[in-house]
Protein backbone atom coordinates (compact mmCIF):
# COMPACT_ATOMS: atom_id res chain seq x y z
CA UNK A 1 0.00 0.00 0.00
CA UNK A 2 1.25 3.53 -0.96
CA UNK A 3 2.60 4.86 2.14
CA UNK A 4 0.25 8.12 2.07
CA UNK A 5 -2.40 6.34 2.07
CA UNK A 6 -1.69 4.11 5.02
CA UNK A 7 -0.75 7.08 6.99
CA UNK A 8 -4.11 8.37 6.24
CA UNK A 9 -5.50 5.79 6.95
CA UNK A 10 -3.80 5.58 10.50
CA UNK A 11 -4.94 8.74 11.12
CA UNK A 12 -8.18 7.49 10.56
CA UNK A 13 -7.90 4.92 13.08
CA UNK A 14 -6.47 7.35 15.67
CA UNK A 15 -10.03 9.01 14.44
CA UNK A 16 -12.20 6.55 15.37
CA UNK A 17 -10.08 5.44 18.52
CA UNK A 18 -10.36 8.73 20.13
CA UNK A 19 -13.21 10.17 18.66
CA UNK A 20 -15.12 10.81 21.71
CA UNK A 21 -12.27 12.81 23.56
CA UNK A 22 -11.75 15.30 20.92
CA UNK A 23 -12.75 18.61 20.21
CA UNK A 24 -13.26 21.03 17.60
CA UNK A 25 -14.32 17.93 15.62
CA UNK A 26 -16.01 19.28 11.74
CA UNK A 27 -19.49 18.48 10.98
CA UNK A 28 -18.01 16.31 8.24
CA UNK A 29 -15.39 14.99 10.05
CA UNK A 30 -17.28 11.30 10.16
CA UNK A 31 -17.84 11.64 6.02
CA UNK A 32 -14.17 12.06 5.80
CA UNK A 33 -13.20 9.08 7.89
CA UNK A 34 -15.69 6.97 5.93
CA UNK A 35 -14.15 8.35 2.68
CA UNK A 36 -10.53 7.36 3.85
CA UNK A 37 -11.17 3.81 5.32
CA UNK A 38 -13.34 2.81 1.79
CA UNK A 39 -10.87 4.42 -0.33
CA UNK A 40 -8.07 1.58 -1.68
CA UNK A 41 -4.98 2.15 -3.79
CA UNK A 42 -6.42 2.65 -7.28
CA UNK A 43 -8.85 5.10 -6.76
CA UNK A 44 -6.52 7.03 -3.96
CA UNK A 45 -4.19 7.88 -7.02
CA UNK A 46 -6.69 8.66 -9.55
CA UNK A 47 -7.59 11.40 -6.83
CA UNK A 48 -3.69 12.31 -6.28
CA UNK A 49 -3.50 12.46 -9.92
CA UNK A 50 -6.65 14.58 -10.43
CA UNK A 51 -5.61 16.82 -7.28
CA UNK A 52 -3.19 19.73 -9.00
CA UNK A 53 -6.04 20.99 -10.50
CA UNK A 54 -8.37 21.77 -7.85
CA UNK A 55 -5.86 24.53 -7.02
CA UNK A 56 -5.98 26.34 -10.53
CA UNK A 57 -3.11 28.95 -10.03
CA UNK A 58 -4.12 29.90 -6.47
CA UNK A 59 -1.28 27.41 -5.32
CA UNK A 60 -0.50 29.50 -2.80
CA UNK A 61 -0.44 28.70 0.61
CA UNK A 62 -0.86 25.03 0.11
CA UNK A 63 -0.85 24.30 3.41
CA UNK A 64 -4.48 26.29 4.09
CA UNK A 65 -6.26 24.81 1.09
CA UNK A 66 -9.31 23.21 2.40
CA UNK A 67 -10.73 20.23 -0.15
CA UNK A 68 -14.56 19.64 -0.34
CA UNK A 69 -15.63 16.04 -0.34
CA UNK A 70 -17.68 15.72 -3.00
CA UNK A 71 -14.67 16.70 -5.23
CA UNK A 72 -12.41 14.46 -4.01
CA UNK A 73 -15.18 11.76 -4.59
CA UNK A 74 -15.66 12.95 -8.01
CA UNK A 75 -11.61 12.08 -8.69
CA UNK A 76 -12.09 8.83 -7.62
CA UNK A 77 -14.33 7.90 -10.50
CA UNK A 78 -13.34 6.67 -13.66
CA UNK A 79 -13.93 9.23 -15.99
CA UNK A 80 -14.68 6.90 -19.19
CA UNK A 81 -13.59 9.91 -21.32
CA UNK A 82 -10.64 9.75 -20.22
CA UNK A 83 -10.10 6.13 -20.91
CA UNK A 84 -11.36 7.37 -24.44
CA UNK A 85 -8.61 9.94 -24.63
CA UNK A 86 -5.95 7.93 -23.51
CA UNK A 87 -6.67 4.55 -26.06
CA UNK A 88 -6.29 7.20 -28.82
CA UNK A 89 -2.68 8.78 -27.49
CA UNK A 90 -1.28 5.86 -26.59
CA UNK A 91 0.58 5.43 -29.84
CA UNK A 92 1.41 9.23 -30.03
CA UNK A 93 5.16 9.98 -30.34
CA UNK A 94 6.09 12.42 -27.40
CA UNK A 95 6.88 15.44 -29.93
CA UNK A 96 5.47 16.56 -32.75
CA UNK A 97 6.99 16.88 -36.56
CA UNK A 98 6.08 20.27 -38.28
CA UNK A 99 7.25 18.58 -41.14
CA UNK A 100 5.01 15.79 -41.37
CA UNK A 101 1.22 16.71 -41.98
CA UNK A 102 -0.24 13.57 -40.93
CA UNK A 103 0.70 14.15 -37.44
CA UNK A 104 -1.45 17.66 -37.29
CA UNK A 105 -4.17 16.12 -38.81
CA UNK A 106 -4.31 13.93 -36.08
CA UNK A 107 -4.02 16.72 -33.99
CA UNK A 108 -7.40 17.71 -35.62
CA UNK A 109 -8.94 15.00 -35.24
CA UNK A 110 -7.79 14.72 -31.63
CA UNK A 111 -9.22 18.02 -30.98
CA UNK A 112 -13.07 17.00 -32.59
CA UNK A 113 -13.27 14.10 -30.25
CA UNK A 114 -12.06 16.54 -27.27
CA UNK A 115 -15.01 18.26 -28.67
CA UNK A 116 -17.48 15.59 -28.70
CA UNK A 117 -16.42 14.09 -25.20
CA UNK A 118 -16.13 17.70 -23.38
CA UNK A 119 -19.23 19.80 -24.96
CA UNK A 120 -19.38 22.34 -22.30
CA UNK A 121 -16.59 25.03 -21.59
CA UNK A 122 -15.99 24.46 -17.81
CA UNK A 123 -14.90 20.70 -18.58
CA UNK A 124 -13.21 21.44 -21.63
CA UNK A 125 -10.72 24.06 -19.75
CA UNK A 126 -10.65 21.70 -16.81
CA UNK A 127 -9.63 18.88 -18.98
CA UNK A 128 -7.02 21.25 -20.60
CA UNK A 129 -5.73 22.68 -16.91
CA UNK A 130 -5.09 19.03 -16.07
CA UNK A 131 -2.63 17.89 -18.81
CA UNK A 132 -0.95 21.14 -19.15
CA UNK A 133 -0.40 20.92 -14.76
CA UNK A 134 1.17 17.04 -15.88
CA UNK A 135 2.39 18.53 -19.15
CA UNK A 136 5.59 16.08 -19.36
CA UNK A 137 3.35 12.72 -19.45
CA UNK A 138 1.86 13.71 -22.20
CA UNK A 139 2.57 13.64 -26.07
CA UNK A 140 2.61 17.14 -27.68
CA UNK A 141 -0.15 16.49 -30.36
CA UNK A 142 -2.31 16.21 -27.24
CA UNK A 143 -1.55 19.64 -25.77
CA UNK A 144 -2.03 21.12 -29.56
CA UNK A 145 -5.39 19.27 -29.66
CA UNK A 146 -6.63 20.52 -26.60
CA UNK A 147 -5.71 24.36 -27.07
CA UNK A 148 -7.19 23.89 -30.93
CA UNK A 149 -10.48 22.68 -29.13
CA UNK A 150 -10.64 25.28 -26.94
CA UNK A 151 -10.31 27.97 -30.33
CA UNK A 152 -13.19 26.62 -31.98
CA UNK A 153 -15.27 26.33 -28.81
CA UNK A 154 -14.13 30.02 -28.49
CA UNK A 155 -14.72 31.04 -31.62
CA UNK A 156 -18.43 29.74 -31.64
CA UNK A 157 -19.23 31.70 -28.76
CA UNK A 158 -18.53 34.91 -30.56
CA UNK A 159 -20.41 37.85 -31.26
CA UNK A 160 -20.18 38.11 -35.49
CA UNK A 161 -19.75 39.80 -37.80
CA UNK A 162 -15.89 39.56 -37.26
CA UNK A 163 -13.11 40.08 -40.11
CA UNK A 164 -9.49 38.72 -39.62
CA UNK A 165 -6.39 39.67 -41.28
CA UNK A 166 -3.17 37.46 -40.54
CA UNK A 167 0.21 38.80 -41.42
CA UNK A 168 2.99 36.61 -41.96
CA UNK A 169 6.67 38.16 -42.76
CA UNK A 170 8.60 36.14 -45.04
CA UNK A 171 12.47 36.29 -45.08
CA UNK A 172 14.64 33.79 -46.31
CA UNK A 173 11.97 30.82 -45.94
CA UNK A 174 12.73 29.34 -49.25
CA UNK A 175 13.29 25.85 -47.56
CA UNK A 176 10.56 26.02 -45.22
CA UNK A 177 8.15 26.95 -47.62
CA UNK A 178 8.50 24.36 -49.30
CA UNK A 179 7.05 20.43 -49.22
CA UNK A 180 8.98 18.03 -46.89
CA UNK A 181 9.59 16.35 -50.10
CA UNK A 182 10.77 19.14 -51.49
CA UNK A 183 13.33 19.67 -48.71
CA UNK A 184 14.06 18.02 -45.02
CA UNK A 185 12.81 21.22 -43.48
CA UNK A 186 9.73 22.14 -45.62
CA UNK A 187 6.76 22.24 -43.69
CA UNK A 188 4.84 23.33 -46.32
CA UNK A 189 3.64 26.45 -44.45
CA UNK A 190 1.29 28.36 -46.62
CA UNK A 191 -0.82 25.32 -47.64
CA UNK A 192 -0.90 24.17 -43.95
CA UNK A 193 -1.21 27.38 -42.46
CA UNK A 194 -4.45 27.90 -44.98
CA UNK A 195 -5.86 24.27 -43.54
CA UNK A 196 -5.07 25.30 -40.21
CA UNK A 197 -7.36 28.43 -40.64
CA UNK A 198 -10.17 26.30 -42.52
CA UNK A 199 -10.96 23.82 -40.33
CA UNK A 200 -10.96 26.53 -37.43
CA UNK A 201 -13.76 28.60 -39.36
CA UNK A 202 -15.26 25.75 -40.79
CA UNK A 203 -19.10 26.38 -40.37
CA UNK A 204 -18.65 29.63 -39.17
CA UNK A 205 -21.07 32.30 -40.25
CA UNK A 206 -19.70 36.30 -40.56
CA UNK A 207 -16.56 35.38 -39.24
CA UNK A 208 -14.17 35.68 -42.12
CA UNK A 209 -10.39 35.54 -43.20
CA UNK A 210 -7.52 36.55 -45.27
CA UNK A 211 -3.72 36.05 -45.18
CA UNK A 212 -1.09 38.74 -46.22
CA UNK A 213 2.59 37.49 -46.32
CA UNK A 214 5.00 40.53 -46.36
CA UNK A 215 8.44 39.93 -48.53
CA UNK A 216 10.81 41.64 -45.62
CA UNK A 217 14.25 41.84 -48.99
CA UNK A 218 14.20 37.91 -49.00
CA UNK A 219 17.18 37.05 -51.35
CA UNK A 220 15.91 34.04 -52.27
CA UNK A 221 12.71 35.58 -52.83
CA UNK A 222 10.34 33.89 -50.87
CA UNK A 223 7.81 36.21 -52.37
CA UNK A 224 7.49 35.12 -55.50
CA UNK A 225 7.99 31.13 -54.13
CA UNK A 226 4.74 32.10 -52.36
CA UNK A 227 2.73 33.94 -55.26
CA UNK A 228 3.74 30.55 -57.36
CA UNK A 229 1.76 28.45 -54.39
CA UNK A 230 -1.33 30.40 -54.47
CA UNK A 231 -1.58 30.80 -57.74
CA UNK A 232 -0.99 26.95 -57.87
CA UNK A 233 -3.95 26.52 -55.33
CA UNK A 234 -6.19 29.60 -56.17
CA UNK A 235 -6.44 31.34 -52.83
CA UNK A 236 -8.81 34.39 -53.79
CA UNK A 237 -8.30 34.89 -50.01
CA UNK A 238 -4.41 35.04 -49.83
CA UNK A 239 -1.83 37.71 -51.45
CA UNK A 240 2.08 38.89 -51.30
CA UNK A 241 3.15 42.14 -50.13
CA UNK A 242 6.54 43.40 -50.92
CA UNK A 243 8.30 45.32 -48.82
CA UNK A 244 10.49 46.71 -51.40
CA UNK A 245 8.20 48.65 -52.93
CA UNK A 246 6.24 50.41 -49.73
CA UNK A 247 9.69 52.28 -49.69
CA UNK A 248 10.32 53.01 -53.41
CA UNK A 249 6.88 54.24 -53.05
CA UNK A 250 7.82 56.47 -50.16
CA UNK A 251 4.76 55.43 -47.68
CA UNK A 252 4.22 56.45 -44.55
CA UNK A 253 4.57 53.05 -43.06
CA UNK A 254 8.49 52.59 -44.24
CA UNK A 255 9.25 55.94 -43.08
CA UNK A 256 13.47 55.38 -41.70
CA UNK A 257 14.13 52.72 -44.22
CA UNK A 258 16.11 53.55 -47.13
CA UNK A 259 16.35 49.91 -48.00
CA UNK A 260 14.95 46.42 -47.30
CA UNK A 261 18.26 45.32 -45.17
CA UNK A 262 16.85 47.70 -42.65
CA UNK A 263 13.97 45.54 -41.67
CA UNK A 264 14.09 42.28 -39.39
CA UNK A 265 10.86 41.50 -39.43
CA UNK A 266 9.34 44.67 -37.88
CA UNK A 267 9.42 46.58 -41.16
CA UNK A 268 7.60 43.85 -42.89
CA UNK A 269 5.11 42.96 -40.35
CA UNK A 270 4.23 46.72 -39.56
CA UNK A 271 3.47 47.04 -43.71
CA UNK A 272 1.37 44.31 -43.39
CA UNK A 273 -0.93 45.51 -40.52
CA UNK A 274 -0.78 49.38 -42.17
CA UNK A 275 -1.88 47.66 -45.84
CA UNK A 276 -4.68 45.82 -44.20
CA UNK A 277 -6.22 48.50 -41.55
CA UNK A 278 -6.35 50.63 -45.21
CA UNK A 279 -9.09 48.13 -45.94
CA UNK A 280 -12.64 49.00 -46.23
CA UNK A 281 -14.79 46.09 -43.77
CA UNK A 282 -17.80 48.06 -43.02
CA UNK A 283 -20.34 46.49 -40.68
CA UNK A 284 -17.17 44.02 -39.44
CA UNK A 285 -15.04 44.19 -36.04
CA UNK A 286 -11.65 43.76 -38.15
CA UNK A 287 -9.21 42.01 -36.12
CA UNK A 288 -5.31 41.94 -37.36
CA UNK A 289 -3.27 38.77 -36.05
CA UNK A 290 0.38 38.53 -36.96
CA UNK A 291 2.53 35.38 -36.86
CA UNK A 292 5.63 33.71 -37.79
CA UNK A 293 6.28 31.76 -40.97
CA UNK A 294 6.90 28.39 -39.07
CA UNK A 295 4.55 26.39 -37.50
CA UNK A 296 5.77 26.56 -34.20
CA UNK A 297 2.24 28.16 -33.26
CA UNK A 298 -0.52 26.50 -35.35
CA UNK A 299 -2.81 29.39 -36.18
CA UNK A 300 -6.12 27.24 -35.37
CA UNK A 301 -5.54 28.42 -31.59
CA UNK A 302 -6.35 32.36 -33.27
CA UNK A 303 -9.94 31.72 -31.28
CA UNK A 304 -7.75 32.06 -27.85
CA UNK A 305 -6.73 35.26 -28.85
CA UNK A 306 -10.44 36.21 -30.20
CA UNK A 307 -11.95 35.72 -27.27
CA UNK A 308 -9.59 37.84 -25.31
CA UNK A 309 -10.49 40.66 -27.64
CA UNK A 310 -14.25 40.47 -27.03
CA UNK A 311 -13.47 42.43 -23.86
CA UNK A 312 -13.98 46.10 -25.10
CA UNK A 313 -11.21 47.31 -23.18
CA UNK A 314 -8.52 44.76 -24.38
CA UNK A 315 -7.17 46.29 -27.48
CA UNK A 316 -4.78 43.39 -28.01
CA UNK A 317 -4.51 39.73 -27.22
CA UNK A 318 -1.53 37.90 -27.22
CA UNK A 319 -0.36 34.48 -27.16
CA UNK A 320 1.95 33.30 -24.13
CA UNK A 321 4.22 29.92 -23.87
CA UNK A 322 5.58 30.49 -20.11
CA UNK A 323 2.41 31.42 -18.47
CA UNK A 324 0.35 28.79 -16.67
CA UNK A 325 -1.25 26.34 -18.75
CA UNK A 326 1.52 27.07 -21.96
CA UNK A 327 2.62 24.76 -23.07
CA UNK A 328 6.41 25.13 -24.81
CA UNK A 329 7.88 22.02 -26.60
CA UNK A 330 11.42 21.16 -27.42
CA UNK A 331 12.34 18.05 -29.74
CA UNK A 332 12.36 15.45 -26.78
CA UNK A 333 8.84 16.55 -26.45
CA UNK A 334 6.35 19.42 -23.85
CA UNK A 335 9.32 19.96 -21.72
CA UNK A 336 9.29 23.24 -21.17
CA UNK A 337 12.32 26.27 -21.08
CA UNK A 338 15.92 25.02 -20.63
CA UNK A 339 17.16 26.20 -16.95
CA UNK A 340 19.41 28.88 -19.08
CA UNK A 341 16.67 30.74 -21.07
CA UNK A 342 14.19 29.86 -17.77
CA UNK A 343 16.89 32.33 -15.68
CA UNK A 344 17.36 34.57 -19.04
CA UNK A 345 13.77 34.99 -19.11
CA UNK A 346 13.12 35.73 -15.35
CA UNK A 347 15.80 38.48 -15.69
CA UNK A 348 14.48 39.82 -19.16
CA UNK A 349 11.21 40.11 -17.72
CA UNK A 350 12.15 41.90 -14.34
CA UNK A 351 14.23 44.66 -16.37
CA UNK A 352 11.16 44.93 -18.61
CA UNK A 353 8.88 45.39 -16.03
CA UNK A 354 10.77 48.34 -13.79
CA UNK A 355 11.13 50.20 -17.72
CA UNK A 356 8.46 50.06 -19.01
CA UNK A 357 5.43 49.24 -16.51
CA UNK A 358 3.01 50.56 -18.73
CA UNK A 359 2.64 47.06 -21.06
CA UNK A 360 2.13 45.37 -17.43
CA UNK A 361 2.31 41.58 -16.87
CA UNK A 362 2.94 40.69 -19.87
CA UNK A 363 6.27 37.54 -19.89
CA UNK A 364 6.41 36.79 -23.22
CA UNK A 365 6.37 39.99 -24.75
CA UNK A 366 8.28 38.05 -28.00
CA UNK A 367 5.57 35.56 -28.49
CA UNK A 368 5.15 35.85 -32.66
CA UNK A 369 0.96 35.16 -31.94
CA UNK A 370 -0.68 38.63 -31.32
CA UNK A 371 -4.16 40.17 -32.39
CA UNK A 372 -4.98 43.34 -32.52
CA UNK A 373 -8.12 45.41 -33.17
CA UNK A 374 -7.93 47.85 -35.97
CA UNK A 375 -8.61 50.70 -34.51
CA UNK A 376 -5.77 50.36 -31.89
CA UNK A 377 -3.45 49.93 -34.85
CA UNK A 378 -4.58 52.75 -36.71
CA UNK A 379 -3.50 55.07 -33.63
CA UNK A 380 0.14 53.41 -33.44
CA UNK A 381 1.11 51.98 -36.03
CA UNK A 382 2.55 55.13 -37.80
CA UNK A 383 4.14 56.40 -34.66
CA UNK A 384 6.81 52.91 -34.52
CA UNK A 385 9.96 53.23 -35.21
CA UNK A 386 11.41 50.16 -34.63
CA UNK A 387 11.71 47.89 -36.88
CA UNK A 388 13.69 45.00 -35.93
CA UNK A 389 13.19 41.67 -34.02
CA UNK A 390 12.28 43.47 -30.88
CA UNK A 391 9.59 45.71 -32.53
CA UNK A 392 6.64 43.55 -30.43
CA UNK A 393 7.49 45.92 -27.49
CA UNK A 394 6.95 49.30 -28.63
CA UNK A 395 4.11 47.81 -30.49
CA UNK A 396 2.92 46.57 -26.97
CA UNK A 397 4.12 49.90 -24.96
CA UNK A 398 2.65 52.43 -27.90
CA UNK A 399 -0.99 50.37 -27.69
CA UNK A 400 -0.83 50.28 -23.60
CA UNK A 401 0.04 54.28 -23.85
CA UNK A 402 -2.33 55.35 -26.77
CA UNK A 403 -5.27 53.68 -26.13
CA UNK A 404 -5.24 52.57 -22.19
CA UNK A 405 -8.19 52.13 -20.17
CA UNK A 406 -8.13 51.08 -16.69
CA UNK A 407 -4.61 48.64 -17.44
CA UNK A 408 -6.79 46.08 -19.14
CA UNK A 409 -5.34 46.97 -22.60
CA UNK A 410 -3.42 43.56 -22.91
CA UNK A 411 -5.22 40.23 -23.13
CA UNK A 412 -3.28 36.93 -22.53
CA UNK A 413 -4.23 33.24 -23.98
CA UNK A 414 -2.07 30.49 -23.11
CA UNK A 415 -1.06 28.73 -26.10
CA UNK A 416 0.93 25.39 -27.82
CA UNK A 417 4.11 26.23 -28.97
CA UNK A 418 6.79 23.88 -30.54
CA UNK A 419 10.52 24.95 -31.56
CA UNK A 420 10.92 24.55 -35.57
CA UNK A 421 15.04 25.78 -34.98
CA UNK A 422 16.20 24.50 -37.96
CA UNK A 423 15.39 27.12 -40.20
CA UNK A 424 14.94 29.85 -37.95
CA UNK A 425 16.36 33.42 -38.95
CA UNK A 426 16.52 34.25 -35.08
CA UNK A 427 17.71 31.34 -33.61
CA UNK A 428 20.61 30.78 -36.06
CA UNK A 429 21.50 34.52 -35.41
CA UNK A 430 21.64 33.72 -31.45
CA UNK A 431 23.81 30.81 -31.96
CA UNK A 432 26.30 32.56 -34.15
CA UNK A 433 26.10 35.38 -31.38
CA UNK A 434 27.05 32.82 -28.80
CA UNK A 435 29.95 31.56 -30.38
CA UNK A 436 31.55 34.81 -30.96
Known amino acids: ?21 MTDIAADTADFASF ?59 HMDLTDPAQERQAFDTAELLLDLYPKEDELRAFDTHIAIEQQKHPVILHLASKLALSKMSLRS ?32 IRRKVS ?16 VFVDDGCPEKSGEIAEGIIQQESYDNVRVLYLADAIAKGLPIAKGLSSTDDSQKGGAIQYGMWSVIKEQHDNFRHIIIYTDSDLSTNIAQAGLLLLQ ?124 NREQ
Open 309 to 432: LENKNRMCAIGTRYDSGGVYCTPAGAQGLTNYDYMMLVFRHFIRTKLLPQIGGVVDTQCGFKAFKAEALRQVIELMTNKRFSFDMELLLLTALCCGRGGNVVGKAPIVWIESNEESNFYIAQVE
Open 1 to 21: MDSYLKMMKQMTDLYRQYETE
Open 158 to 189: LSAPIFNSFVVAMYKEHNRIRTEAEHSAGEDF
Open 36 to 94: IEDLDESRFHRMMTGIPKLFNSAIDPLFRYKFELKDLKRLTEVDSRWVQVLEVTTNMPP
Open 196 to 211: QLQWLFEGEIDKEWEF
